[in-house]
């Protein structure tokens, strides 16, 4: 990985900063081996760290005990997000389902909740140049929930709570590759009211799992 | 005190900015107490220097004292430059990569002369604003303060940033940014030196809360952070300080040094 500053263990950034507990995958899963990655991830049984393992459509097992929500990378896996392969994987496994929004594309993500209207979906990484395309799909696809890390533009969270709620919008950092320390100072400064914050925070992501 | 030394106002045609309204600045400065912040109009980062350089100073006359005005020079328009002491102006705002021109180039010649610090947008390995040139610049004027915006941008280039610009004092390390991080904020601060690193958000670009936040939550003394968010600007700007002890630094580089 092209860093030389990440922690071996996120729990002491998350004790500095206040979070309780994270959602993570496995380094591995994404930078190596995915089945690896998610054997190492499930190993952890450390209950701060919530396991999502990777799954890649016709190669991870459809039974996985305790986990809550997988993820998707149909980019760096190299296939068809929307192709038969995964909407087999993804009705089998019956699990919310987190995809990067640099992985795949608004259009793709609309296609994939049209074909599986029970599917809950969490985009991450959804960034601020993609409002507008962002919230046309929110529109579209009422099983969308959006990851606000990366929503950056001044007033972006604020504009996507007025649309469509802060009971689709949930708190991440992309950390320790991308920065928590933003997110984590607005998720505090929130111009909005506290039982939203609390949504937004920890419920949003509860309900959705 | 909380000074923010890279804002904006104004649309921008790439994205959706949902508050590009200077009051909404103001309620979000109020917020998390920032002071005061130097911002450029989009229009003048863009097609328009004249227009939007006067639409900043009208804000900046509205709301005295809460906003400084980066006045954007184009090079190829060879936009009017302010005087030194006009009120309401903190320096000149340059973006080679928006106006296409590197920043080493003769064009900024009467920039580097007007006697005012200038901030520029810095993207690492781009032909028009690499930290290399910032390196040439200070070289060639090395008494006009120049502010790196966002440091190079790129976390990949942040360290090869502040090493090219170490030997010129004049240069600052600003620190907004997409990529940038409160962990390479301390890093930054240990490399160069916490008195060459300056906070700024890039808002309403990007959101004010998300950009202070990460020097708010760094892993900096608080000594450190005093300098970042606010005393180094002050310092630079000759503005009042603000109620810290500051170490024992070298004072601003001398303004109006025509090099």
């Known amino acids: ?209 | 005190m909380i000074l923010d030394a890279h804002g904006h106002v104004g649309t921008w045609p790439d994205f959706l900015i949902p508050h590009p309204a200077a009051e909404h600045l103001l309620a979000a400065m109020d917020r998390i107490g920032v002071a005061a912040m130097g911002i450029s109009h989009l229009l003048a980062v863009g097609p328009d220097a004249v227009r939007g350089n006067a639409a900043a100073m009208e804000i900046a006359a509205r709301f005295s004292g809460r906003f400084g005005v980066w006045q954007v020079y184009n090079p190829h328009h060879r936009t009017q430059l302010p005087s030194v002491g006009t009120p309401g102006v903190w320096g000149v705002k340059l973006h080679p990569d928006v106006h296409q021109c590197r920043l080493d180039d003769p064009s900024y010649e009467p920039v580097w002369r007007c006697g005012l610090p200038v901030l520029a947008h810095g993207q690492t390995d781009s032909p028009w604003s690499d930290p290399a040139q910032f390196a040439a610049v200070a070289a060639r004027h090395p008494h006009v303060p120049l502010i790196m915006g966002h440091t190079g941008l790129w976390p990949y280039g942040f360290g090869r940033a502040a090493r090219l610009v170490a030997d010129h004092p004049s240069v600052f390390l600003e620190t907004c940014g997409s990529k940038m991080t409160g962990r390479w904020i301390a890093r930054l601060a240990a490399l160069a030196g916490a008195e060459r690193v300056l906070f700024g958000s890039d808002a309403c670009f990007l959101d004010l809360r998300t950009g202070y936040g990460r020097v708010a939550l760094a892993p900096l003394t608080d000594a450190d952070r005093a300098l970042i968010q606010g005393g180094n600007l002050a310092r630079l700007l000759g503005l009042p300080l603000p109620d810290l002890r500051l170490p024992d630094l070298p004072g601003p580089p001398e303004k109006g040094h025509p090099a």
């Open chain 1, 1 to 209: 990985m092209p860093f030389d500053d990440l922690p071996e263990d996120p729990t002491g950034e998350m004790d500095r900063l206040g979070i309780d507990r994270a959602f993570v995958t496995h380094t591995l899963s994404l930078y190596s081996d995915a089945a690896a990655g998610n054997e190492a991830l499930l190993a952890l049984d450390d209950p701060r760290l919530v396991p999502v393992p990777v799954v890649v459509p016709g190669e991870t097992g459809e039974e996985l005990p305790g986990v809550r929500m997988v993820r998707l990378c149909p980019e760096r896996h190299r296939f068809d997000l929307t192709g038969p392969a995964t909407l087999r994987s993804l009705s089998a496994l019956g699990l919310p389902a987190a995809v990067d929004l640099e992985e795949t594309s608004p259009a793709q993500l609309r296609h994939l909740a049209e074909r599986l209207p029970a599917q809950r979906l969490l985009v991450l990484n959804p960034g601020y140049r993609r409002l507008r395309a962002l919230a046309e799909l929110m529109d579209e696809a009422p099983n969308v929930w959006a990851e606000i890390g990366t929503v950056n533009t001044q007033g972006g969270v604020e504009w996507l709570s007025a649309r469509y709620g802060a009971g689709r919008l949930v708190f991440g950092t992309g950390a320790p590759v991308a920065d928590d320390c933003g997110p984590r100072f607005l998720l505090d400064h929130l111009d909005l009211p506290a039982e939203d914050v609390e949504r937004i925070a920890a419920g949003s992501l509860e309900a959705m799992v």
